[in-house]
């Protein structure tokens, strides 16, 4: 399985998803800047959390018309996993390869703490691994990460279960607690949570590595 991480300008959280791939993987992810124009053969392409930009104009607004995002877009269109945390989750949406937006958090404040999460869709490839209902142990460090959308979005989101995950307990107001969500095929996914913050032990928690571990067994 081959693997590549987009670098913008203000990722922070690179070299964490390349941990967490690198584990699950048993080799390093390739890195792509964001002002490069191709894209290397790959089977997942993840947009790592941080402050794409700083963050200017609109969360992920920047980031989105990036050059390689163009790319990102048409491997999208055409099957590639796509995985955006964070920031990239952001991104993700301002590319409209998924729906709705990630508002400024309901209390207007950043959120850096652990939360639940409740999957609530184990038949993907990016949650094989998990039990349909668990609940996981994961930390969330954001201060734009209230998912909204219309009301028919929502509704088309539960009723054609691309809803990924849900927050136990809603850190940041996002709507029918939404934490992260597929696109219409499952092949993208977009979450708020640092999954790759949870892989190992020294971390507190290794809820996360079954995401990354789902990937690769689907995808090797």
Known sequence: MLAAV??????????DAIMALERAMGRKPQVIWHGDSALPK?????????FSYGDYLRTGA????????????????????????CNG????????LLPGILLRNSKLKFVCRRVKLRVENAESDF????????????????????????DDTLNHLEDN???????CDNPNGAARDIAGIFNNGRTVLGLMPHLEDAVEPMHGSTDGAALFDSIVRALQ
């Not at 989750?89 to 409209?96: A, M, S």
Request: glycine share 10%; charged share 20%; with cysteine.
């Open 6 to 15: 987009i670098n913008f300008p203000g990722s922070n959280r690179e070299q």
């Open 42 to 50: 790959t089977d997942l392409i993840v947009l790592p959390g941080g």
């Open 62 to 85: 920047m980031a989105a018309h990036s050059p390689i995002m163009r790319e990102v877009v048409d491997r999208a269109k055409k099957g590639v996993r796509v995985l955006g945390i």
């Open 89 to 96: 989750f952001q991104i993700l949406c301002e590319t409209q």
């Open 127 to 150: 949650t094989r691994l998990y039990k349909q209902g668990q609940e996981i142990d994961v930390i969330v460090a954001h201060g734009d990460g209230n998912y909204f959308a219309s």
């Open 161 to 167: 279960r691309q809803i990924a995950f849900r927050y």
